[in-house]
């Protein structure tokens, strides 16, 4: 059984920092490009930040780049979002997700397996 299991979330205040952790089962993640993605209230869900298979290369959404760290660990079916400098705009509910296909990181669509997600507020 597939299972892509988000922890870490929480509340914090702004400027503070936070580590997500995705605990993946079911498929071993180095056949597969791993992201996050968040959704916050009221608006459509966005890509975060992405790693290729590897570990070497790493892509971020604008809004959190030079903030957000994520790295993987495949022989621990691993990945961690580290998320420093935290602003209130970055509440939202972060997905964990991987991708088996070659599309672009960024594209939703692309993504076989998701989370349940996980709740980031920050407070002002």
């Known amino acids: 059984q597939v299972q892509l299991v988000e922890s870490g979330g929480g509340w914090v205040q702004t400027g503070g920092s936070l580590r997500l952790s995705c605990a993946v089962s079911?498929?071993?993640?180095?056949?597969?490009?791993m992201s996050w993605f968040r959704q916050a209230p009221g608006k459509e869900r966005e890509f975060v930040a992405g790693?290729?298979?590897?570990?070497?290369?790493?892509y971020y959404g604008d809004s959190v780049k030079g903030r957000f760290t994520i790295s993987r660990d495949n022989a621990k079916n691993l990945v961690a979002l580290q998320m420093n400098s935290l602003k209130p705009e970055d509440t939202a509910v972060y997905y964990c997700?991987?991708?088996?296909?070659?599309?672009?990181?960024?594209?939703?669509?692309?993504?076989?397996?998701w989370g349940q997600g996980t709740q980031v507020t920050v407070s002002s």
């Open positions: 997700a991987a991708t088996s296909g070659y599309a672009h990181i960024k594209t939703m669509s692309a993504y076989n397996y």
């Open positions: 079911g498929f071993t993640i180095n056949k597969y490009r």
């Open positions: 790693v290729e298979w590897s570990g070497r290369y790493t």
